[in-house]
């Protein structure tokens, strides 16, 4: 739900073809429509094996799949089960003190964690991350020209990027081909970032550590140094975003967006820019999942999955937020 409580999820955390490779294994219970919105119907769903249930049932399953947060009214629903999703606890305190309550296991997707070349990778994280770059980078163009009354290749505009994971360095190549000037900023180089953001007229914030809120680097004194009428984009916002003021908006709105209170500067953040491309998105999420799902089945958790457990957070970055 966006601020005003509008439905503004469209993803499906598998499709039918991957729901087929799972009913193999395990009975399989999908949600009433819940692929409606991307053009899947409940009979795709039954002719992959799937044996459709209203949503208070499939809170009752012994693994519940999901792509966002846990509803508020639906922790008291929960018994001892695993519920497998993105969380992001760290935003939120209540939400995590309702998840310790409910005595279910949380799995967080977005810490599942892996070591790759010497580097720590976030393997269900990536694919969203991606496409959430791609979507600003696109917003961006038509903000160039309808609000800056300019084309970015023509101006070369400035764009600060800070975070040089998934989200920055797709940012950065995107927003590169595009023509724009591209500062892409990382733990190291963060010194650079006041002269990187000076007279941007664009800044992404995509900094990550896995658990926790993003510090808030990108403050209001560094966005009044932007080019007037910009727009930042926090990525980041579903774990509390790194940009001093930011809040959260609604892909429903995407084209009427807030300043942040004492700059110039407008904001695009909603926490769930993927949905923008929902079907295309919904395959590659569901594909980053199913081994973890298929190594679940025969009770291997993924690395850094776990946030809570058993009442107790078990993550330590997600503990050293919320210290028990």
Not at 66 to 88: A, C, I, R, W
Not at 235 to 252: C, M, R
């Amino acid at each position: 739900m966006d601020a005003m409580g509008r439905e503004v999820e469209n993803r499906v955390i598998l499709i039918p073809a991957q729901v087929a490779k799972l009913a193999k294994l395990a009975e399989i219970w999908v949600e009433h429509d819940a692929g409606t919105k991307i053009g899947y119907a409940d009979r795709d769903y039954e002719k992959a094996g799937a044996r459709i249930v209203s949503h208070d049932e499939a809170l009752s399953a012994d693994l519940i799949l999901g792509v966002k947060e846990t509803k508020e009214e639906d922790f008291p629903k929960l018994k001892k089960n695993l519920f497998m999703s993105y969380q992001h606890f760290a935003e939120s305190k209540k939400r995590t003190e309702l998840a310790l309550k409910s005595g279910a296991t949380f799995i967080c997707l977005e810490t599942i964690e892996i070591e790759s070349e010497g580097k720590k990778r976030f393997p269900c994280l990536a694919p969203m991350s991606e496409a959430a770059a791609r979507v600003v980078a696109r917003h961006a163009d038509w903000f160039a020209l309808h609000s800056l009354k300019t084309i970015s290749w023509g101006k070369r505009l400035k764009v600060a990027i800070l975070g040089a994971g998934n989200v920055g360095t797709t940012a950065a190549h995107e927003f590169g081909v595009r023509g724009y000037e591209v500062h892409l900023i990382d733990r190291v180089s963060l010194k650079k970032l006041p002269a990187s953001l000076a007279n941007a007229a664009f800044a992404v914030s995509s900094m990550y550590t896995a658990g926790r809120s993003p510090e808030k680097l990108i403050t209001k004194e560094l966005l009044q140094t932007m080019r007037p009428g910009g727009c930042v984009y926090p990525v980041d916002i579903d774990q509390g975003g790194g940009i001093e003021g930011a809040l959260q908006t609604s892909i429903l709105e995407p084209f009427n967006l807030p300043k942040i209170s004492g700059t110039e500067i407008f904001c695009f953040a909603p926490p769930n820019l993927p949905s923008l491309g929902a079907r295309t998105t919904s395959e590659a999420l569901g594909s980053a999942i199913l081994p973890y799902v298929l190594e679940i089945l025969k009770g291997k958790m993924p690395p850094g999955g776990i946030n809570i457990k058993g009442g107790v957070i078990v993550h330590p970055g997600l503990a050293a937020v919320f210290k028990q």
